[in-house]
């Protein structure tokens, strides 16, 4: 029942469920599996929310503030696939759907015939500038942890994604 507060943690009633199953020894691992998954949810409903105004998903906020904070305002799309870390095909999507806003074009590399950049436009910096604005105030000023919890969960997920190999 998204949005609406229960008076029980269907995680914690799992978590017995999966105990009483015989499944004691991964418990543990499914409800901290479990419990990413929702906070994603969250997370993502929160943010999706502040962003609608703007028409962008997370996805092409993302790839318009790398652009942002790019030097030249434009990468190969190569390169942004990487700093993403999302297929290129995704990347591709985004694009597409960006230039159909007028956010991004895609021009040809200055030196390196092969390659196309995607370049953020004046309109792009401008949405993308009010979005992390919104973004800013509506959803990272206040996750709804505190500061030493933030930085306890950033320290277990990059554990968690160092030890599968993301970095």
């Known amino acids: 029942m998204a949005g609406r507060s229960m008076d029980f943690d269907p995680i914690a009633e799992a978590r017995e469920n999966w105990i009483a199953a015989g499944w004691e020894d991964v418990a543990d691992g499914m409800v901290a599996v479990t419990s990413v998954m929702r906070a994603h949810q969250i997370l993502l409903a929160r943010v999706e929310a502040a962003l609608r105004p703007f028409d962008l998903t997370f996805s092409r906020f993302e790839l318009l503030r790398l652009l942002a904070f790019s030097r030249q305002g434009a990468l190969p799309i190569t390169k942004a696939s990487a700093r993403l870390q999302v297929h290129v095909t995704s990347v591709t999507h985004a694009i597409r759907r960006l230039e159909e806003s007028g956010l991004v074009r895609r021009v040809p590399h200055p030196t390196d015939g092969r390659t196309t ?51």
């Open 117 to 167: 950049l995607v370049q953020i436009t004046d309109l792009g910096r401008s949405t993308v500038e009010e979005a992390t604005t919104v973004l800013n105030e509506k959803v990272f000023a206040d996750v709804g942890m505190s500061a030493e919890e933030m930085a306890g969960l950033v320290k277990a997920i990059q554990s968690l994604r160092k030890h599968n190999g993301d970095f």
